[in-house]
Nanobody, 125 residues
């Protein structure tokens, strides 16, 4: 059974950092592009970034460029989302997701086939 499990969420002050993990089971994560999405209360789910397999090309949403980055450890079957200089507006449930393809396409939630259950990130003083 293919599963994605996020972890690492929590409470952080504005300007702080947090690292989220997305662990895969049931498939080799390294073959696929992995996406991160987020959903704030009362808002639609929005794409954060995507990392392709192979070259590890990354596509960022404008809202997180320069603050968020992503890496993958194929040996651990895990992708990491590093979030720096966090803002109150980054408060959301963060999800990792995957399609069946190795390259990144647009950050569209409706194009994803596999989803984790999410981890809550709260940015507050």
């Amino acid at each position: 059974q293919l599963q994605l499990v996020e972890s690492g969420g929590g409470l952080v002050q504005p300007g702080g950092s947090l690292r989220l993990s997305c662990a895969a089971s049931g498939f080799a994560l390294g073959y696929y592009a992995i996406y991160w999405f987020r959903q704030a209360p009362g808002k639609e789910r929005e794409g954060v970034l995507c990392i392709s397999n192979g070259s590890g090309r990354i596509n960022y949403a404008d809202s997180v460029k320069g603050r968020f980055t992503v890496s993958r450890d194929n040996g651990k079957n895990t992708v990491y989302l590093q979030m720096n200089n966090l803002e109150v507006e980054d408060t959301a449930v963060y999800y990792c997701a995957a399609t069946e393809y190795s390259g990144c396409s647009g950050l569209r939630a409706d194009a994803m086939r596999y989803w984790g259950k999410g981890t809550l990130v709260t940015v507050s003083s």
